[in-house]
């Protein structure tokens, strides 16, 4: 069993910077792919960026690649999601989820997730 807890969202002007963090409690914590999904009023839940259990490997979505980067540190149980140069189409409510499968990019893959974030970027 892993709980994931997100915090760091909030209200950014477009072109500003915000990092989300993501704490999970539980066992294994570094044997668990993890992800951070998006859900815009309206939409889809679409696929962020994912990483790979040591960290080791990074994935991303087309929109956010090249302003995103996710990390974690195993030590502490935790996970980010730095956002730099924020458009307002990036507005949405940010999941945190953990899976088996590293790099997956559907949400149905990941068995836990957290309450979510929401980011507001205004324009």
């Known amino acids: 069993q892993v709980q994931l807890v997100e915090s760091g969202g909030g209200l950014v002007q477009a072109g500003g910077s915000l990092r989300l963090s993501c704490a999970a409690s539980?066992?294994?914590?570094?044997?668990?792919?993890m992800a951070w999904f998006r859900q815009a009023i309206g939409k889809e839940r679409e696929f962020v960026a994912a990483?790979?259990?040591?960290?080791?490997?990074?994935y991303y979505g087309d929109s956010v690649k090249g302003r995103f980067t996710i990390s974690r540190d195993n030590a502490k149980n935790m996970v980010y999601l730095q956002m730099n140069s924020l458009k307002f189409e990036d507005t949405a409510v940010y999941y945190c989820?953990?899976?088996?499968?590293?790099?997956?990019?559907?949400?149905?893959?990941?068995?836990?997730w957290g309450q979510g974030a929401q980011v507001t970027v205004s324009s």
């Open positions: 989820a953990a899976g088996r499968l590293s790099g997956a990019t559907m949400p149905g893959v990941y068995g836990y």
């Open positions: 539980g066992r294994f914590f570094s044997s668990y792919a």
């Open positions: 990483i790979s259990g040591s960290g080791g490997s990074t």
